[in-house]
């Protein structure tokens, strides 16, 4: 007796999980697309985008690219008409070295350094914070 119960109540668990995997079986099949029926059909010509609109063509697509190379050759003539100074850098930053204060074009020194950290430390002291709002 107790077999046939046993047996009785397995078959009971399968069919219920058969019914249970039925159910999501169905519910999967609901989401997939209907494209998927015909797995190895071809796209419609409905289904390719539309053709995109106010694209130029072969002429104008020359033109603005002859347009393009024109100015490019304008541009070149400009620059190679302009005078360029052709100086020795050497003279040059002598020559900018001489017009600068003699302090500032000298490197850093620890005199410097200690006076520029003095110069804070004076201007940190004096500074007095904004009144508190009550």
């Known amino acids: 007796m107790t077999r046939e119960v046993l047996h009785h109540a397995g078959n009971r668990m399968s069919r219920g999980a058969g019914r249970i995997g039925l159910a999501v079986l169905g519910l999967m099949l609901m989401a997939v697309p209907v494209r998927a029926e015909k797995a190895n059909a071809y796209p419609?010509?409905?289904?390719?985008?539309?053709?995109?609109?106010?694209?130029?063509?072969?002429?104008?697509?020359?033109?603005?690219?002859?347009?393009?190379?024109?100015?490019?050759?304008d541009l070149l003539a400009q620059v190679a008409a302009i005078d360029w100074e052709r100086i020795d850098p050497a003279r040059f930053s002598l020559g900018t070295i001489a017009r600068l204060d003699s302090e500032l074009s000298q490197p850093v020194t620890e005199n410097i350094r200690d006076a520029a950290n003095r110069f804070a430390a004076e201007q940190a002291a004096r500074a007095v914070p904004p009144p508190l709002i009550d």
């Open 44 to 73: 419609t010509w409905a289904e390719f985008p539309a053709l995109p609109q106010n694209v130029p063509s072969t002429t104008e697509i020359r033109a603005q690219v002859k347009a393009i190379y024109g100015r490019e050759q």
